[in-house]
């Protein structure tokens, strides 16, 4: 699998970004889609996940009301939408995929840089 990740930049707290990720696989081996994110000194972190099928979602509680994970199928792409970022938010962001009957995320895109300015 493979993962291209896109729409990192500057943001202002307050405004709103979304970033991309398309995936170069055969859907049907996908099972969950998910963005983590790391910030300077900080561990790798999960942001949100979305089943393939787009029924379940997860978000860490410091997302929660403000960002939005989703997934169009037809263009193998998923995306997060970043309402109200905060400049505690900036990191880079990772998309990864799970692959069907896999426990953990295996495949990973390069990274993105969010930076949110005051």
């Known amino acids: 699998v493979q993962l291209q990740a896109s729409g990192g930049g500057l943001a202002q707290a307050g405004g709103s970004l979304k970033l991309s990720c398309a995936a170069s696989v055969r859907t049907f081996t996908l099972s969950r889609l998910a963005w983590f994110r790391q910030a300077p000194g900080k561990e790798r972190e999960l942001v949100a996940q979305i089943t393939w099928n787009g029924v379940t979602t997860v978000y860490a509680d410091s997302v929660k009301g403000r960002f939005t994970i989703s997934r169009d199928s037809a263009k193998n792409t998923v995306y997060l939408q970043m309402n109200s970022p905060k400049p505690e938010d900036t990191a880079v962001y990772y998309c990864?995929?799970?692959?069907?009957?896999?426990?953990?995320?295996?495949?990973w895109g390069q990274g993105t840089l969010v930076t949110v300015s005051r």
């Open positions: 990864a995929a799970k692959v069907s009957g896999a426990i953990n995320f295996s495949s």
